[in-house]
Structures are given as C-alpha cells and as structure tokens.
C-alpha cells in the first residue's frame, strides 16, 4: 500500500527520480509491470520496466525510501544505513530510538539535528529518519498547532481506514458493516510517538512533550482516511478564537521552502457542520493536508473536535517525501 504510494509520489518528482526497487522474495526479479498495481491512477512509465530485486545495499541509489513490512524493516534498514544509505522510513522500528529523528516537517524540523549524533553513536556513514505512525501525524499536527496554548491532557478515539492494514489487510468479511474496536500495538504508538514529536531538544537529546495523551483506535470499513476525535485540556482555557487562528495560522518549514510535495496550508479548517468526511475530502490538497472540523467545547476537557488525514500519503509516503525534501533543502542530501 506505501510503497506503491511511494511510487505516485516520487513520479515525476522535480527533485527525485526513482532509479531502483527492492521488496520481498515474492517480487524479486520481475518487471514492476508485471506485478498489481493497486492504485486508482495508472502505474508511472518511469518504473514499468525496473525489476525489483532483493532489498539489500549494494547496487541501491544514496537516498532510499523504506515501506517494509516492520517484521524486517529493522535488520534490512540498519544495513542500509550502516552502508552510507540515507534511509528515509515509514517503518515503526527507530521510530523511538533517542538518535533517530521521527519527524514532520512542520512540526519538528529542528530534531534533524539528531542525524549527525546517530552516525556517531551507532557507527553508520548513512542515517535513518522516520516519520510517525499513521494516525499519529494528524494528532501530532493538530496538537502542534496548539502548542503555543499549552494542551496538558488529550483523548482521542480513531476511525482507521482499511489501507491503513497493508495488502491484503483485514478480512473483508471481518470489516464490511462492522466496527474492529482494536489494532494492535496502535494506541501505545499514538500515545508516545507524539509526545516526541512534540519534544523539545535538550542537550542533543529529545525531552517528551509532558502532555497526556489516552488513544482508543478502532478500524472501520472505510478506504483511505484515518478520523480522528480529539479532545483536549488546557493550562488555561483558550477562546475558541484562540484555537481556530491556531489552527489557521498553522505553517512551518516546508512552506517556508515551497518544498514540492508541501500543502499550501498543512491544516485546514472546516466549518461545515458534518465536515471532514472521508469520501468528500481526503483526497484534497494531494492528499497531504489535515482537515479539522467541528470545534467546540468540551464539558470534560475543554473543547473537543475532529481532524481526518490521508493515511497512506500525509500519514506514510508523502510524510517521507516531505520529509526527504526538507533534508534537500537543508543540504543535508548533498
Ligand atoms: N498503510 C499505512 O497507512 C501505513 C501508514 C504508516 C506507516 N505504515 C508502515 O509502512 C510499512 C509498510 O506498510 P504497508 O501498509 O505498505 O504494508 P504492505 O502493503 O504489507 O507492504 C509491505 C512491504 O514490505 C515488503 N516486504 C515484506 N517482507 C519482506 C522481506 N522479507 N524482505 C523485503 N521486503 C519485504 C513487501 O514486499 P512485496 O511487495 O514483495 O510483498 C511489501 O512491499 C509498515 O511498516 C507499516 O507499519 C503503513
């Protein structure tokens, strides 16, 4: 699911060209032609006619993007970065490690500075940056946006899409007209990925956010697009003025730069009264905004409302593709 993903994104890409596919033994030496393509727009020409082959360094491109499966990403992305490869992950396995930048660029461009601290501590002449968990990134982006009000604690309950499993994914007769109350190792992700995102550098190291995060994620017979309820407590209770010029107002480095793969605005707020949806608006912006909706108070925490992101690109390819082009644009690709 990412890694085709990956290949509509980097295609015709004004800063990337995709020179060089690896996958599992079940791909490897074919045509790319040849396998299922299983995105709605047809497969780029520029990798019709590679044949993937084991991934593995050796005869790999400097920069490679990873969508492994996280059961090997582990063991296959460290030998890439210990080759001199720049191994820009969707995978979940350095997310948390304390020299591994788990970055959005709007966010947390500053954490990059880990990069040169990991390839002395580990050893490596390449890296690894990664970017968050799926549902992670819409959180983390809203919650961004709020920072500056000093959010303290926050539930959220998420409606993941189906894509978000991988291929084939959840069974179709688990998931039609049925609401999944569990994914695995998901809400754990949520709960101490953002606080890291949201992290304040300290002596080289990641100091976590000390809000408090309880995440309740379901899986739900939708395609693309994770929905997200939130709510949130503040130090002091902000005007619901305060939060939608947060939100508004919300940009940061990519923008700054006009990065290729950069939504003009990285949140966007709805006013309509049952908007997001994901059928009507996951696609907008190329997939790579996060759309709000529904703000209003909270009797529990203070106010409360919804965001939706497109799972597979702002949540997974697109993340690293903007998070690959931040590092070009801060020479770190040179
Ligand atoms: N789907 C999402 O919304 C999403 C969002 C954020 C992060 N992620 C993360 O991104 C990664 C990919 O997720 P996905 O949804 O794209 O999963 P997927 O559809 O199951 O794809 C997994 C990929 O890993 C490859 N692979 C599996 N075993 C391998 C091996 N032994 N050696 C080399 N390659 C191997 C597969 O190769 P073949 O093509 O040859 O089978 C396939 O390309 C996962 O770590 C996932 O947690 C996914």
């Known amino acids: 699911m990412v890694g085709q993903q990956f290949i509509a994104q980097l295609a015709g890409h004004p800063w990337f060209r995709i020179t060089w596919l690896g996958a599992s033994q079940r791909s490897e030496g074919h045509k790319y032609r040849d396998l299922t393509w299983r995105l709605p727009t047809p497969m780029p020409e520029e990798v019709a006619d590679l044949t993937v082959e084991q991934a593995a360094p050796g005869r790999a491109p400097r920069l490679v993007f ?101 291929y084939p994914g959840v069974a179709s007769l688990d998931l039609l007209g049925n609401v999944i109350p569990y994914i695995s190792g998901e809400e754990e992700k949520i709960e101490s990925e953002t606080k890291k995102i949201l992290g304040s550098l300290q002596n080289g190291h990641v100091e976590p956010h000390p809000v408090i995060i309880s995440a309740h994620t379901t899986r739900v017979a939708v395609v693309n697009g994770h929905t997200e309820m939130i709510g949130v407590r503040f130090e002091n209770m902000p005007s619901r003025e305060d939060l939608l010029n947060a939100f508004t107002s919300f940009w940061g480095r990519p923008q700054q730069h006009h990065l290729p793969t950069a939504p003009a605005k990285p949140i966007i707020y709805m006013d309509e009264a049952n908007r997001p949806q994901p059928r009507l608006d996951v696609e907008r912006e190329r997939g790579m905004a996060v759309f709000v909706g529904r703000l209003r108070p909270c009797p529990v925490l203070g106010y409360k409302f919804v965001a939706l992101g497109h799972n597979t690109i702002r949540g997974a390819a697109g993340a690293a593709v903007l998070n690959a082009e931040l590092m070009s644009a801060e020479g770190m690709l040179d």
């Open 66 to 166: 990873s969508a492994l499966d996280a059961n090997v990403a582990g063991e296959i992305e460290q030998a890439f970065a210990e080759a001199g490869h720049i191994v820009v992950s969707n995978a979940r396995n350095f997310r948390m490690d304390p020299f591994v930048p788990l970055l959005i660029p709007e966010v947390n461009p500053d954490h990059l500075s880990l990069v040169p601290a990991q390839q002395q501590a580990k050893g490596w002449s390449g890296a690894i940056v990664t970017n968050p968990n799926c549902s992670t990134v819409f959180l983390a982006m809203a919650l961004a946006a709020l920072r500056q009000l000093n959010p303290t604690a926050v539930s959220v309950t998420t409606l993941q899409a189906a894509s978000g499993a991988g």
